[in-house]
Structures are given as structure tokens and as C-alpha cells.
């Protein structure tokens, strides 16, 4: 199978709000009040969370149906911390990002605890955006200025 690819983009609607468009879709990105935002929507780290938690439902039904049981409901709670002292450029000891995610499945279904500890295992495995936070990536970052027309 070639490669599938995902594409956003969008534009600042304020210092701490941006718009996204991906599909057929609009994602706001806001910070709370707190941060500078209006509180409006979900911020990017928010979002990082939900889309592993979104991933990990994706793969967990995928691989349950797999192996032969079904998933009658699936809750999944996840937190991250970050310490935001080198956000706001006050320190540089700790990274910026997550210092940790505990994720929990919890999921309602007849399989064995054996079963559940597979499909644990190939979920983990198979999913696309915990492979991204555990996994270094290269992501390219560069500008472009925009000038004015005279």
C-alpha cells in the first residue's frame, strides 16, 4: 500500500487561536483565558491527547474484530504533563513538550483478561500517533515571507 497523506491548513485568528481546514473539516485550536485565549476550543496539546486517545479507539475496535471479540463500549482517559517554563521562556532545563501521557483502556467486552493482554500489546503496537510521540520524526519547519503588493 502507498503512503497515506494527511494535510491542514489554516490561519491565526488570533495570537492564541488558529483555523484549521483538513477535508472537509474546521479545527479551532484556542487556548483558555488563562493562556491568553478565549477558551473556545480544545488547545494543541488538547489535541495531541485527543488524537491518541482517537487512535487508540480506531485500532483498538480494528484489532478487537481481528481477533475475533467485540468491543460493546471502549472509554479511554488520558493526561499529560507539561511544565510550561520553557513555553513561556523562563527556563530551559525541561523540555517543552509532554513529561508524560498515562493513558487507560477501559474497555466492556466478554474477552478473557489473555485476550485483552494481546490486544493490548498489537494496539499499542499498530497505532499510528503513539508511534509518533515515542519515535522521533522529522518535522521541517521554514518561513516565507509575504510582501505586499505595490
Excluded at 30 to 50: F, Q, R, W
Excluded at 65 to 85: H, M, P, Q, R
Excluded at 89 to 104: M, P, Q, V
Amino acid at each position: 500500500m502507498s503512503d497515506l497523506v494527511f494535510s491542514v491548513q489554516g490561519e491565526s485568528a488570533s495570537a492564541a487561536k488558529f483555523v484549521a481546514k483538513t477535508r472537509n473539516f474546521t479545527l479551532v485550536v484556542d487556548e483558555p483565558e488563562n493562556l491568553g485565549g478565549t477558551d473556545e476550543n480544545a488547545n494543541p496539546v488538547e489535541y495531541i491527547l485527543a488524537g491518541l486517545a482517537g487512535c487508540l479507539n480506531v485500532v483498538g475496535h480494528l484489532v478487537a474484530k481481528e481477533l475475533g471479540f467485540s468491543l460493546k463500549k471502549l472509554t479511554i482517559e488520558v493526561t499529560g504533563n507539561i511544565n510550561a517554563d520553557r513555553l513561556f521562556g523562563i527556563s530551559t532545563d525541561e523540555r517543552a513538550g509532554f513529561k508524560k501521557i498515562d493513558l487507560k483502556l477501559i474497555p466492556e467486552t466478554d474477552a478473557s483478561i489473555e485476550v485483552l493482554a494481546q490486544w493490548l500489546r498489537i494496539v499499542q503496537d499498530r497505532c499510528p500517533v503513539k508511534d509518533n510521540l515515542l519515535n522521533s520524526t522529522p518535522v521541517n519547519v521554514s518561513v516565507e515571507k509575504q510582501y505586499a503588493v505595490q
